[in-house]
């Protein structure tokens, strides 16, 4: 016991530390950026478990309420454990714990731990609103309340170890076959999508609702351990309760076994598949443009912070093109004088262009693979250096690899919304010139600020790929640059002269190439010049 | 082939890295360069390979200036770090591809030099491994099969020893020979005095950023061994 508090002191003192090696400034916009992300995770989660619960409880489905709640709040404590659990959870401090006279299960539940707390957390926040919600307004006793504490504190054992067997999956798949990383991205992507579906909808689903209590009972019991948790909390059964502490505490055990088992210094092993060698050649610039994709896509974090706009963005396509453009769920709302609108008969020709192009440019504005690009190079950067590789062509393999990420999607997305609403084959070139336009000037700005605010010393790649100062300016600019876009297709949609539009549309791509121009001018120079200087 | 002249190297806050530096590595030389910890040769090193941009002074690898053209000079180059960081997620075949490629190895040349030192350095069964699985012993193999993977003209190699266990270390050394006989250098540091006794046909010795002894070995240590030298030398000119 006095390890394990040793440890955690310790993983706690490390964490305060990686903030103060950063200088006061740093410190203070870190703390600021914290507390604001802090504020805005837990007013999010509590508004949806509130508002749910709120509108469950006045239907006198107080436990059904609670029921959802704890789905809620087990998916979204699921999809953090399942998108963390591809990254490698063993540290870098475990080859130091093995070799101290430190109890293996101490390392590994002192690790397990800052992982559970941080769970307990995000479920506190999720279903404390819920429990006050249905013990006040519900009309309910207080030990409700205290019940309900008492299991929002053992809840998150179960998705830690779902995602811990995952995390076991991926680095097996990653050992024995060649799809581990793959499979590790689709399945993460899967669950952020789940999230995506399922927590903006609880609300309208809750609404929906038109059950007697009776029924939600039937309904609840068709996932057993979701009913117990809720059965526990609600009526306090003795099984229940007992039937929770099990299916909480025993996996959690088991995660602690397995892991402790599992848990062993770098091992090599030799490769004893006798794959076969292959030694194709290639061109230097093909060599640093394969070199540039193979560290994008190898990595599960970059492509899961960067191609989320890209899948989005076909999803979105394939339904407008499967249910037709009438029928996708954000237009199907609009209406005059309370009448929907057929809009393939309301827009024509390149006012199409204006829309398509729009759309677009919402997505490229989310799909940025090269603010990150330099500093994920950390300390390999000697590599590309001391090669004689021209400082132009790695910078452009970067810039290709956005390119080539995103804009055969765009592309196809293009032709696809083309032949769906029936534009003609100029609006389809113009909005193919604006899309792959403006992902381009997306792509040289984010390479310009990954460049300026490059970081090399990183200890793990997410804190470059998901926390890096680029990626957020990036971000910011790419969507202040949709503005003047977004003003253009409306002037083009309210004026709606075909003319009008043609010239609105063709003054955007020039504009683009103006711009593309200028930024790609600006890497050449500064941003040569700037990758010259850096020393992993 | 390595030219170093007057070189000076001061990082930002005025620390000196090496001050007013002169050198010569001729063809077929393998040319030692010693030091205490902190005393400039890796500053010396970086600046040669082109990692690190220096403040006066000029450095030359077969008459090709490393400031006014890096790119050839580079491509007559190979370097070989103290600790290699190498593409976790690359396997060692396709790192030393990437090499190749770069480097302009045909087919042909480059599969039978890979495979030839891969199966010298006793790493040929872990070349469809990922760099990440490797130790640090295997990476700075695969970073050695790199640097030789293209025939440079002068190779330069920081602490080339670390971590490799003695029959790597043996044949590394017989590599360094076998180049170094067909009319190229080495310029590389070490700490291991006893290796750059037996392996240099040239010594520099280095502290505080300044050259304070270089010659070839009988030059340099006379009768003594090269550890008395070292220590009588920098304890001197402390």
């Known amino acids: ?211 007697s209590p009776a029924e939600s009972v039937d309904k609840m019991k068709k996932i057993l ?33 397995i892991h402790t088992r599992g848990l062993n210094g770098v091992n090599y092993q030799a490769d004893n598949s006798k794959k076969a060698r292959s030694f194709k050649t290639a061109s230097v610039r093909k060599a640093a443009l394969q070199m540039e994709l193979r560290r994008y896509f190898s990595s599960s974090n970059y492509v899961m912070n960067t191609l989320f706009g890209t899948v989005i963005l076909l999803v979105a396509v394939i339904v407008i093109c499967v249910k037709g453009i ?105 909005s193919i010139l604006i899309s792959s336009g403006f992902q381009l000037l997306t792509s040289l700005i984010g390479l310009i600020f990954g460049l300026i605010y490059v970081r090399l010393d990183w200890t793990n790649e997410a804190q470059v790929i998901k926390n890096g100062f680029a990626i957020i300016l990036t971000m910011i600019i790419s969507f202040l640059l949709i503005g003047p876009f977004a003003a253009g297709s409306i002037t083009a949609l309210i004026i709606g002269d075909e003319a009008v539009t043609y010239g609105i549309l063709g003054g955007e791509v020039l504009l683009l190439v103006g711009l593309c121009a200028g930024a790609y001018a600006i890497i050449t120079h500064y941003g040569v010049r700037k990758y010259e200087s850096l020393n992993g | 082939m390595l030219k170093i002249e007057h070189l000076t190297k001061t990082y930002p806050g005025g620390k000196v890295g090496v001050a007013d530096l002169s050198l010569e590595v001729k063809p077929g030389e393998i040319y030692g360069f010693i030091g205490h910890n902190g005393a400039g040769k890796t500053t010396t090193i970086k600046a040669v390979v082109g990692l690190h941009k220096y403040d006066q002074g000029t ?112 044949s590394v050394k017989k590599m360094m020979r076998e180049f170094c006989d067909k009319g190229n250098a080495i310029f590389f540091s070490t700490h291991v005095l006893e290796v750059a006794e037996k392996l240099c046909d040239k010594i520099a010795i280095i502290k505080g950023g300044r050259l304070i002894a270089s010659g070839t070995m009988e030059e340099v240590k006379g009768d003594a061994s090269l550890e008395e030298v070292f220590l009588d030398i920098t304890e001197e000119a402390h």
């Open chain 1, 1 to 211: 016991m006095r390890t394990l508090l040793i440890l955690l002191r310790t993983n706690f003192l490390s964490l305060v530390g990686s903030f103060r090696k950063k200088g006061t400034v740093s410190v203070i916009a870190a703390a600021i950026g914290l507390v604001v992300l802090a504020l805005f995770m837990i007013g999010m989660f509590a508004i949806i478990g509130g508002s749910t619960t709120f509108i469950l409880v006045e239907k006198d489905l107080d436990e059904f309420a609670i029921y959802l709640s704890i789905s809620l709040s087990l998916i979204i404590a699921l999809m953090f454990g399942v998108t963390n659990s591809t990254r490698d959870a063993r540290g870098n401090d475990t080859d130091m714990l093995l070799a101290m006279p430190i109890p293996k299960s101490c390392i590994v539940l002192s690790k397990l731990l800052g992982m559970y707390l941080l769970d307990v957390l995000c479920s506190l926040v999720m279903l404390v609103p819920t429990f006050l919600i249905v013990c006040f307004v519900g009309d309910h006793s207080f030990a409700l309340f205290g019940r309900g504490m008492v299991i929002a504190f053992l809840l998150p054992a179960l998705p830690l170890f779902i995602s811990l067997l995952f995390s076991a999956l991926i680095s097996y798949l990653k050992k024995a076959t060649k799809f581990g990383q793959i499979a590790s991205t689709i399945v993460s992507m899967g669950a952020v999508l789940l999230y995506m579906i399922v927590v903006p909808n609880i609300s309208s689903y809750a609404e929906s609702m038109n059950i």
């Open chain 1, 225 to 257: 351990p979701f009913y117990w948790f809720t059965e526990a909390i609600y009526s306090g059964d003795l099984l229940c309760m007992i039937l929770t502490i099990l299916v909480t505490l025993i996996p959690m055990v088991l995660a602690v076994y």
């Open chain 1, 326 to 430: 009438n029928h996708f769920p954000m237009l199907e709302d609009i209406t005059v004088n309370g009448e929907p609108v057929n809009l393939l008969e309301k827009f024509a020709g390149p006012a199409w262009a204006a829309i398509t192009s729009l759309l677009i440019l919402f997505f490229a504005a989310m799909t940025y693979t090269t603010p990150p690009s330099v500093s994920v190079e950390g300390k390999r950067i000697w590599i590309s250096k001391t090669l004689p590789i021209p400082t132009k062509d790695i910078l452009n393999a970067k810039i290709l690899v956005s390119v080539l990420i995103f804009q055969p999607v765009s592309i196809a997305c293009c032709i696809a919304l083309s032949i769906a609403t029936k534009c003609g084959i100029l609006p389809c070139i113009l």
């Open chain 2, 59 to 170: 450095i030359t690898i077969d008459g090709i200036s490393v400031s006014a053209d890096p790119l050839k000079a580079k491509s007559v180059t190979a370097y070989i770090p103290d600790n290699p960081e190498l593409y976790d997620n690359l396997t060692g075949l396709q790192f030393l591809n990437f090499v190749a490629d770069v480097f302009r190895v045909p087919k042909k040349e480059r599969k039978e030099r890979i495979e030839r030192y891969a199966a010298e350095l006793e790493i040929l069964d872990a070349l469809n491994n990922q760099v990440s699985s490797y130790s640090h012993g295997m990476k700075q193999k695969l970073a050695i099969i790199a640097a030789f993977i293209h025939e440079p003209k002068l190779l330069v190699m920081d602490e080339p020893f670390v971590g490799l266990d003695p029959k790597a270390a043996f």
